[in-house]
């Protein structure tokens, strides 16, 4: 604290060393709010970081407790030419196929020519057709490389370049998607002319036919069939199974649908995983502490959340959910097993073996159980009214409280150190008038001597 300017100058008295013990003892009441309120502070942030826990652990619950989660299948190929990919609706399936073509665009080249005149017969406009009979007309420009950009930037699907080589020009033609559908026809003049056959057609030469993809379903028996695609992926021909071709294969490829085991474990795990994570942070926050203090008596101290009946009530809630049988069938039957500390661990092998003797047994608990701890859940993280965010705004109510109490006490300890320092100054100038007076009378003494 700052000096009064006049400290001790007549009393002698330390009087800001004074002033600065009566404020300590007067800031005693704002030292215990600012105690608690750093208490409070950190239960905030301690019950802020349980929720985001307890939310993640309610997703993943909600997730395992869903059917359409435990429909998780995935498709492999006996070649590795055909790739596959599922979704939940796909059924464990065999499938036996040859790959007869792959999917492929048009490319076509145009005769040589020198001018554009000599391509286009004159005309200024050339319309190209597809399968389809959808008509694209494009302006012809002023060189080749021009109507080459014109073709590209139009609506037709074809994209063109010219070619250049020996003096004469060719322009390749090659349409921009696959399929039979995609195949095209180029010719010189407006789209009415086509329309009305008087346009003259633009001779082509093929380098690629633009063709569709072809499997035969169940080959070399008497019910093959025939599938074919505009693109390399068949998607309508398993339901939920989608897969793509990409050379032609002779011998028959079989793709299998089967339960993607992966995928479910890694459902089931990472429920017990993410229960762990807020059993752990509850205890954690819970565990007593002892130290010594200065005369080396032990101090036992307890956690944050020691005292807190409803995190405690969330934990065994928790606990329950878990613990309890579904229908008469213990948790530890399909891998999720409570440890003595009251811990739970999962084991990949005992899950694994009862998936493959009983998955609706499984998906049953697993989900069961699934569905008791996102309600418990629910009921704590709810943005609105869960139990643990009705605490925290609590608890935030709390510490606007203390900080308004704070600041009411900076006021008032400025106020009381204001009027300290006003009367140690009010001393100090009394006994400055007291020792004028008391030299003046020493003087009119020693005067009548």
């Known amino acids: ?89 796909a059924q464990a399936t065999s ?28 005309a200024s406009t050339v319309t190209i057709r597809k399968q389809d009979g959808t008509l694209t007309e494009v302006a012809v420009g002023a060189d080749a490389s021009a109507l080459a950009k014109a073709i590209s930037g139009s609506t037709a699907g074809v994209s063109a370049v010219a070619v250049t080589v020996g003096g004469s020009t060719r322009l390749q033609l090659t349409g921009k998607d696959t399929g039979a559908a995609a195949a095209f026809e180029v010719f010189a003049g407006t789209a009415a002319d086509v329309t009305a056959g008087t346009a003259q057609a633009v001779s082509l030469t093929g380098s690629r036919t633009a063709q569709d993809a072809k499997v035969t379903l169940w080959p070399g028996t008497g019910a093959a069939q025939q599938a074919t695609s505009k693109t390399n ?6 339901t939920g199974t989608s897969f793509t071709v990409s050379k032609v294969e002779t011998d028959p490829v079989t793709l299998t649908v089967d339960r ?22 509850i205890s954690s926050r819970t565990a007593t502490t002892t130290t010594t203090d200065a005369d080396g008596k032990s101090v036992v101290k307890g956690g944050m959340f020691s005292g807190d009946s409803g995190v405690r009530g969330l934990q065994q809630s928790i606990s329950s959910a878990v613990g309890y ?52 859940g629910k009921d704590a993280s709810d943005s609105i009214d869960g139990s643990l965010t009705l605490k925290i705004t609590g608890q935030q109510n709390v510490l606007k409280d203390l900080g ?46």
């Open 1 to 89: 604290m700052a000096s009064l300017g006049i400290d001790g100058m007549i009393s002698g008295l330390d009087t800001t060393s004074l002033i600065n013990s009566l404020m300590q003892a007067e800031a005693a009441p704002q030292t215990l709010l600012k105690s608690k309120q750093s208490s409070t502070t950190s239960m905030v942030t301690a019950l802020q970081a349980l929720n985001a826990k307890v939310a993640s652990l309610t997703d993943a619950a909600t997730k395992a407790s869903t059917a359409t989660s435990w429909g998780a299948t995935k498709a492999t190929s006996s070649a590795t030419s055909v790739t596959s990919s599922t979704t939940n609706v």
């Open 233 to 238: 992926t068949f998607s309508d021909v398993l």
């Open 325 to 376: 049988p579904i229908d008469g069938i213990s948790p530890s039957a399909v891998g999720i097993t409570v440890e003595r500390d009251g811990t739970f661990t999962f084991d990949e092998k005992v899950f694994a073996a009862a998936l493959d003797k009983d998955p609706a047994q499984v998906q049953n608990v697993i989900s069961g159980i699934a569905a008791r701890v996102a309600a418990v």
């Open 95 to 122: 499938l036996s196929f040859t790959v007869d073509q792959v999917a492929q665009s048009q490319i076509s080249l145009t005769g040589s020519f020198a001018t554009l005149s000599d391509l286009t017969g004159g």
């Open 260 to 281: 993607d085991v992966a995928a479910l474990t890694s459902l089931a795990s990472g429920l017990v995983g993410s229960l762990g994570v807020v059993l752990s942070e």
């Open 404 to 449: 308004n109490q704070i600041d009411s006490w900076d006021t008032r300890l400025e106020l009381r150190r204001s009027s300290l320092q006003a009367t140690y100054s009010n001393l100090e100038v009394t006994l400055s008038g007291l020792k004028s007076q008391s030299s003046w009378l020493a003087g009119q003494l020693a005067s009548l001597g």
